[in-house]
């Protein structure tokens, strides 16, 4: 009884302690403007829903298909509007072209919306809140043509540990993730545990750490690429729980423990993991001197994107225009943009494409001396006699006498007629 009465207490003290920080860290945030709309819209009936979330999403309004799709899981105390609104997803899927879901946990199932990252039955394959976001996925990929190899998951604290939850239950699902203040996968069972993990110094083994990625899936590669961000003094969830969650995914992914190399952006520090042909498998920014929140840029020269507020913190540096870039979002733009105009093409050559060409321009008495100065011999005897000696139809020469200039008309008009491409 005495145990029990001792393990009460410290779950109280933990569950104390956890509540006054979150308050804390709200009241001392910057005051976000008035709630504005987001643009996000429930979907329901997105098929099993043993978690019971919500679902939201973002769609732009001329999404293209095949778009990449991110998965993007608020913290605690935050809503999926919330989130959309500090992190600006919605406002960089705009820019290039992709839709994002928001899952949002029920204050029925957690107090603080915290999504259930510590919970067995919320964390295996096939059960629970993973499953609830894995069907979000499969509807979405549905719903929105989104591209299958093109599928990312983020989340801050809670929400970014379920997003090591869902790395590591359907590694085969998500080309990549990014985990902001939060947790390795498995690192807790229980409640106390979870507070256990969040508040104190972990140097779990890097193997321990990459089994429980490997015994969550069977799966066996090639594993999602990872983007990690943590604030160098965040009382909530413990930095040392961002190098646990570097080692988990350096062993899954077979690396070196040493970086392949390090830079130093401002005064923060970007750790980077290559494979051997040199591509980025794992990123690590250490975020100098920030408590628990999203890092946000507003520095010059530093892309902005999302509202400063409680838990999106004024950094100088945006974690979300860089995990996007670190996953190639921008990149799909491109691709769409050259395919769109591709399509747009005309097919074949009008037959009045070259109307415009039957009358050139005269040339100024300035332009026709600098041309006799230019070109002592006739340019358009030469052109004829290269295409003459190319065994091409030779375009028509000026008049003898006349002034020498290049026409344009007949030697495209040759050409083109040589290719099959112009009338007869």
Not at 85 to 104: D, E, H, I, K, M
Not at 275 to 280: L, R
Not at 359 to 375: D, H, W
């Amino acid at each position: 009884m005495q145990n029990l009465r001792n393990v009460l207490a410290r779950l109280q003290a933990l569950r104390g302690k956890f509540e006054g920080l979150l308050a804390s860290a709200r009241k001392k945030a910057v005051r976000a403007p008035e709630h504005r709309p987001t643009g996000l819209r429930e979907l329901s009936g997105f098929g099993a829903n043993p978690g019971d979330l919500r679902m939201f999403a973002y769609v732009p309004e001329r999404l293209p298909p095949n778009a990449p799709l991110v998965v993007a899981l608020h913290g605690c105390t935050q809503t999926a509007e919330e989130y959309d609104r500090g992190t600006g997803w919605s406002s960089l899927a705009n820019r290039f072209g992709f839709a994002v879901v928001y899952p949002q946990q029920q204050p029925s199932k957690n107090p603080k919306n915290c999504f259930s990252w510590f919970l067995p039955g919320d964390i295996a394959r096939g059960q629970g809140e993973a499953l609830s976001i894995k069907e979000m996925v499969a509807h979405a990929i549905t719903t929105f043509a989104s591209d299958r190899g093109k599928i990312f998951v983020t989340g801050l604290s809670a929400g970014g540990a379920m997003a090591s939850v869902m790395l590591a239950t359907y590694p085969e699902v998500f080309a990549g993730g990014a985990i902001i203040a939060g947790l390795p996968y498995g690192c807790a069972r229980n409640v106390q545990q979870a507070f256990e993990a969040m508040f104190a110094q972990r140097a779990d083994a890097a193997q321990a750490l990459g089994d429980r990625v490997r015994s969550a899936s069977g799966y066996r590669g090639p594993w999602p690429k990872i983007s990690v961000w943590h604030g160098t003094s965040d009382p909530i969830v413990k930095p040392s729980n961002c190098e646990a969650v570097i080692r988990q995914w350096v062993d899954v992914h077979g690396l070196s423990n040493n970086p392949s190399y390090q830079e130093v952006i401002g005064s923060h520090t970007r750790r980077v993991w290559t494979d051997a042909k040199g591509e980025a498998l794992i990123e690590a920014f250490s975020i100098n001197g920030m408590a628990h929140g999203v890092p946000l840029g507003s520095a010059p020269g530093e892309e902005r994107c999302g509202t400063p507020g409680a838990f999106f913190l004024d950094a100088g540096i945006s974690s979300t225009h860089r995990i996007a870039r670190f996953w190639r979002l921008h990149e799909s733009l491109v691709e769409t943009s050259r395919a769109a105009a591709l399509a747009s093409a005309p097919s074949e050559i009008p037959a009045d494409a070259f109307a415009s060409m039957e009358a050139p321009l005269e040339p100024s008495p300035a332009e026709v001396a600098e041309r006799q100065t230019q070109y002592p011999l006739d340019p358009n005897a030469v052109i004829a006699e290269a295409f003459k000696a190319a065994g091409l139809p030779v375009p028509l020469t000026a008049p003898s006498g006349a002034t020498p200039r290049v026409d344009p008309a007949p030697i495209i008009a040759a050409a083109m007629k040589a290719a099959g491409l112009a009338r007869s």
